[in-house]
């Protein structure tokens, strides 16, 4: 098992930043790509950004030149450094794991994250 803990999400006005952390515990060995989502009320979760263990990254478009997903000196910890939130980033942003050999995902509790106009 591999649990995820965020932190860093908050309310914050349009064109402000904040900086979600995401931390891997428990069997977090061998983890070779971990990435960010984030979902809103009757929509489906989306990819924001994700970061392989070579350090490959991918971004949704609308987040592309705003967000930047990093890994930590501990290779168990991600970080997403969002910049020029606007209201549509408001959503609740989960952070996901993926262990080399095993098809499982996992999922932190997910961490709110309010733009406000």
């Known amino acids: 098992q591999v649990q995820l803990v965020e932190s860093g999400g908050g309310l914050v006005q349009a064109g402000g930043s904040l900086r979600l952390s995401c931390t891997a515990s428990?069997?977090?060995?061998?983890?070779?790509?971990m990435g960010w989502y984030r979902q809103t009320p009757g929509k489906q979760r989306e990819l924001v950004a994700q970061?392989?263990?070579?350090?490959?990254?991918n971004y949704a478009d609308s987040v592309k030149g705003r967000f930047t997903i990093s890994r930590g000196d501990a290779e168990n910890i991600v970080f997403l450094q969002m910049n020029s939130l606007q209201p549509d980033d408001t959503a609740v942003y989960y952070c996901?794991?993926?262990?080399?050999?095993?098809?499982?995902?996992?999922w932190g509790q997910g961490t709110q994250v309010t733009v406000s106009s």
């Open positions: 970061i392989t263990s070579d350090g490959e990254t």
């Open positions: 428990g069997s977090a060995f061998n983890i070779n790509r």
């Open positions: 996901s794991a993926k262990r080399s050999g095993v098809s499982r995902v996992y």
